[in-house]
């Protein structure tokens, strides 16, 4: 599975492709220049239980560490992935 990235400089989604199948997308907007927002999380209900959701959050941590930006994870997904994952906080803002 790959996930894409899409970014405009204020607006963005993490796409999760299977072959050339969209699995799922998460998308965040930019809180100034050193944060962002996830704000809502879906999986394409065929990829349900593959943790597709959690990919994408983990794709979401890696480009802000390489980017060293902060998450702030408001979709509810993503806040419960934090919750559980505490290895990736370090991101949090």
Request: glycine content about 10%; charged content about 30%; hydrophobic content about 40%.
């Given at each position: ?32 220049e050193d944060k962002f927002i ?56």
């Open positions: 599975m790959n996930i894409e990235i899409k970014d405009d400089g204020k607006k963005g989604a993490f796409f999760a492709m299977e072959n050339s199948e969209q699995a799922g997308m998460m998308t965040y907007s930019w809180a100034g996830i704000d809502h999380t879906e999986v394409n209900p065929d990829f349900g239980g593959q943790g597709v959701g959690k990919k994408m959050v983990m794709a979401a941590v890696k480009f802000a560490r390489e980017k060293e930006v902060k998450v702030i994870p408001l979709c509810p997904f993503a806040k419960s992935v934090f919750d559980k994952t505490e290895e990736i906080r370090d991101v949090l803002a």
